[in-house]
């Protein structure tokens, strides 16, 4: 690709994957837009000969609650319940009982897949009485270990609950069962021409109960806001087996406490949320996307104070990688940068209504850019192919971190003036003792995701990361989870971004509604070990 000169913008003609320059690999455009292997929805963590996972309870310390075990009676209650949907098998229990990172393994000998929310609801009653533990578990793509049981919890599935109760193609409320795959659910609101309003690079596997649950950020938050705005309604069954049915459809119901907010990022510690109301938006006529290089962070700030300015209404997500981010998906999944060797990189996609005016406020944006030095070189992509190409570059990180080594994973929020400066701080901090320290994430919602690879865990380097990072990040009023959630990685650090009061509300509502303590365990509040 030629060195770019204004105004010459339109030359930023994408360059395809047959030259050294390309994209992508032949065959590895990544999760956007279609389903992809199961090694690279699960980063390709599960290859034959990959060591046993260490258990939970080996290496966290952590002590098993005084909850009941199954018995013999018990599973016979199960499968009057769910016939067929009770699993025993110890091979079978082998994934669900590891996390998507590889890194945490509980020893749950039994799963449950029920279908309907009556089933889950006797389910839940029956543990209620008998004081069983219940771990829910929706795709398993869950970054901080929320999905998997610590000890011998019952696995809940919602897999089979993947139903699609209804579609209004006038007001674009989607409702469908907690189970559906956010893939799936995007093809199929797509065909009726609206988009899910987020779009994660796990969509090939997560299921929206489960993105309800954790309140996942992703790809289209700068454009969509959060799910606390977009979810309508929710149908959840409560610990005792309690059918709490706030499965709206309305935009405004403003009648007494909003008690689906509650439930949106508990993680499974409050309910179990069997089905969601979702609005969702029109389908973009016309998506752009630029990759472009910056000499750096500061540029990579004033090009996105420049994007809002310029793009507006039309800019629908800003990503950001710097250069080692960009040289581990080189190496390890062979995606070649389309653009010259920058310290840093942005991804920035505009989504409208009509091609021609889009096209010309991107136009007069990337000239500025480049006139003005804040960036050194760029290519643009309009047909889905490209664009696809283009995304891959920035949803395939998390796949080649997984590639290079054990992952030291932290997701947090910053004011977006001081995004970067902790990677500088844990370069100098770390040494040689870390192979890589990378930052990652959007930009437009001051999201870092800050990972550190070695070459095995080591108790060492998480003692010079830990509480350092979380430390750090309180001292900028920063957030210790952006979109991750809490789980069992984070539960003890949630005071470096909750004042004590909080916390002991939060205590006082789960005490309220799981009495028992019955509902994923360990996880999200601190104290319960």
């Not at 004081?131 to 999905?147: E, F, I, K």
């Not at 309305?250 to 008690?259: E, F, I």
Request: aromatic residues 6%.
């Amino acid at each position: 690709m030629l060195p770019l000169r204004p105004p010459a913008w339109l030359a930023w003609v994408f360059r395809g994957p047959p030259g050294p320059r390309g994209a992508c690999a032949p065959g590895a455009a990544g999760s956007r837009g279609r389903r992809v292997g199961p090694l690279a929805r699960r980063g390709c963590c599960t290859a034959p000969g990959t060591p046993e996972v260490p258990l939970t309870r080996e290496r966290y310390p952590v002590r098993r609650l005084p909850f009941s075990t199954v018995s013999e009676q018990d599973l016979a209650a199960f499968e009057r319940i769910v016939p067929g949907g009770v699993v025993t098998d110890p091979e079978a229990l082998r994934a669900p009982n590891v996390d998507w990172l590889r890194t945490l393994r509980g020893c749950s000998k039994v799963l449950l897949r029920p279908r309907t929310s009556e089933e889950v609801s006797r389910i839940l009653r029956h543990c209620h009485e008998r004081n069983l533990a219940v771990n829910p578990q929706g795709g398993n793509t869950g970054m901080v270990g929320g999905s998997v049981p610590v000890f011998d919890e019952i696995i809940l599935s919602t897999a089979l609950m993947n139903r699609v109760l209804s579609f209004h193609s006038v007001s674009g409320i989607l409702v469908c069962q907690a189970g559906c795959v956010l893939e799936e659910l995007s093809r199929y609101v797509e065909e009726r021409d609206f988009i899910m309003p987020l779009d994660l690079g796990a969509k090939g596997s997560c299921h929206i109960g489960g993105n309800v649950a954790t309140n996942a950020g992703g790809l289209r938050f700068l454009r969509y806001g959060s799910l606390h705005g977009t979810v309508l309604g929710l149908e959840v069954v409560l610990a005792d087996g309690a059918v709490l049915d706030c499965l709206t459809s309305l935009r405004k119901d403003n009648t007494g406490y909003d008690l689906k907010q509650l439930f949106i990022g508990s993680e499974g510690t409050l309910g179990v949320i069997t089905a969601v109301s979702i609005l969702c938006p029109p389908k973009p006529r016309a998506v752009n996307v630029a990759f472009l290089g910056c000499p750096g962070f500061a540029e990579v700030l004033q090009t996105f104070s420049t994007c809002k300015r310029m793009l507006g209404e039309i800019l629908s997500a800003f990503e950001f990688m710097d250069a080692e981010c960009m040289q581990l998906v080189g190496r390890h999944l062979h995606l070649a940068s389309p653009v010259q060797e920058s310290p840093f990189y942005v991804l920035i996609e505009t989504s409208g209504s009509n091609a021609g005016h889009d096209a010309e406020k991107l136009g007069s944006f990337l000239e500025h850019a480049l006139g003005s030095g804040l960036v050194t070189d760029g290519t643009v992509a309009a047909d889905q192919r490209k664009v696809k190409m283009l995304w891959a570059l920035r949803e395939r990180i998390t796949e080649a971190l997984s590639r290079d080594g054990y992952v030291y994973k932290y997701d947090i929020s910053l004011p977006v003036e001081r995004l970067y400066d902790i990677v500088t701080d844990l370069r100098a901090r770390l040494g040689p003792h870390a192979k890589h320290v990378v930052g990652y994430g959007h930009l437009g919602d001051g999201n870092l995701h800050l990972n550190v690879t070695a070459e095995a865990f080591s108790p060492s380097l998480l003692g010079a990361l830990e509480p350092h990072v979380y430390e750090w990040t309180a001292r900028q009023q920063g957030s210790v989870s952006a979109e991750h959630g809490v789980g069992f990685r984070k539960r003890d650090v949630l005071g470096y971004s909750k004042p004590h009061e909080a916390l002991q509300l939060m205590q006082q509502l789960k005490a309220l509604l799981d009495p028992k303590g019955i509902l994923n365990p360990y996880k999200t509040l601190p104290g319960q070990a």
